[in-house]
């Protein structure tokens, strides 16, 4: 209105102005100014260390106001570690796993005390199945029975992948890169699970089923080299009759970017309940003598005609296991 001042939201700040007191103090009223700066600027202090005081003390007693402002770690704790993986959810996955590992697939084992109890080790197994059993039985196995962590070295695919990529990694997953893999068993001396079929494995048709791809360019003895762990070879026989693949369909797989669109017997005996569901094979695990690398761990380079002849040797000694395991067999159902 009109003849009124323009109201403000700063206020001028009272002066202080030091008084004496009646035992010769000197204090300091509103709207008088101080006599001594330093004395006023060491009060000031005072009391800027006495409000701090307080509230820690105030932080001790009271739970709501959190830790003092001296203290800044988080006193939260997460489940999940540097790589993604969820300790929580592998024990939620475990139990929903567990009776499918015991009853539908009916897991057996042998030469099981060959996976080192302790120290780093690369695990190496033939893979198979339009969508693979044989990585989370694997799994599911050795952090069971052994109670150690296996982290599975996947495809860049899955990190393309919504939703599949975020669980993969909290079960586990980390992405197949050489540095990745050095960490882990050489810095973190963990169990490392790797398959060097790659996509070519799981991608095998019904027709092709125990014939082993070619193992890369031995990527993966390169990595225990460097890290001077042992290379444990598995031989797995069951996991190419759970989700057969019969045809594929190359021209979809490539509009979607994914290495292989399988159409798999279980769909066409299923139907759409066929994506998901496998058939109840046996699945067999034996696990084969350890490789021990007779070299000098981090060294710059290594002999390249060493490093294919290594991998070649294990992928025959798997191929060899399958066949003798094939020989033995019953049936797919009962093994």
Not at 267 to 273: F, I, N, Q, R, T
Request: glycine share 10%; hydrophobic share 40%.
């Amino acid at each position: 209105m009109a003849g009124q001042r323009p109201s403000s939201s700063r206020r001028k700040a009272p002066k202080l102005v030091a008084v004496p007191s009646p035992n010769g103090d000197t204090t300091t009223k509103r709207g008088s100014r101080p006599a001594d700066p330093d004395a006023a600027a060491a009060q000031a202090r005072g009391r800027g260390t006495d409000v701090h005081d307080r509230a820690d003390d105030r932080a001790d007693t009271d739970p709501r106001l959190g830790p003092p402002a001296s203290g800044l770690d988080d006193p939260r704790l997460s489940d999940v570690d540097e790589w993604g993986r969820s300790e929580h959810l592998r024990q939620v996955m475990a139990r929903f796993f567990d009776p499918i590992y015991e009853r539908w697939f009916r897991v057996e084992w042998e030469g099981f005390d060959k996976i080192p109890a302790e120290g780093g080790a690369l695990i190496v197994a033939n893979h198979a199945g339009a969508i693979p059993a044989d990585a989370p039985s694997i799994m599911h196995g050795i952090e069971r029975d052994l109670g150690r962590p296996v982290y599975g070295l996947a495809d860049e695919v899955f990190k393309r992948v919504p939703v599949i990529n975020l669980g993969w990694s909290r079960l586990g997953g980390v992405q197949a890169h050489p540095d990745n893999a050095y960490r882990l068993l050489r810095e973190q001396q963990q169990l490392v699970m790797v398959f060097p079929e790659g996509s070519k494995g799981p991608g095998k048709t019904y027709a092709e089923r125990y014939q082993l791809r070619r193992f890369g360019r031995g990527g993966f003895v390169q990595i225990a080299m460097r890290a001077g762990v042992p290379i444990i070879p598995l031989a797995v026989m069951g996991s190419e009759e759970t989700m057969p693949i019969v045809f594929k369909l190359p021209a979809l797989a490539k509009l979607l970017g994914v290495p292989y669109v399988p159409v798999t017997a279980n769909m066409l005996a299923l139907g759409p309940l066929g994506l998901l569901v496998p058939f109840p094979a046996k699945l067999r695990i034996r696990v084969l003598d350890p490789v021990h690398l007779d070299v000098l761990p981090d060294q710059p380079r290594y002999s390249r005609s060493r490093i294919m002849d290594t991998s070649e040797g294990i992928r025959h000694t798997i191929q060899d296991a399958l066949h003798d395991m094939l020989r033995r067999r019953r049936s797919v159902w009962s093994g």
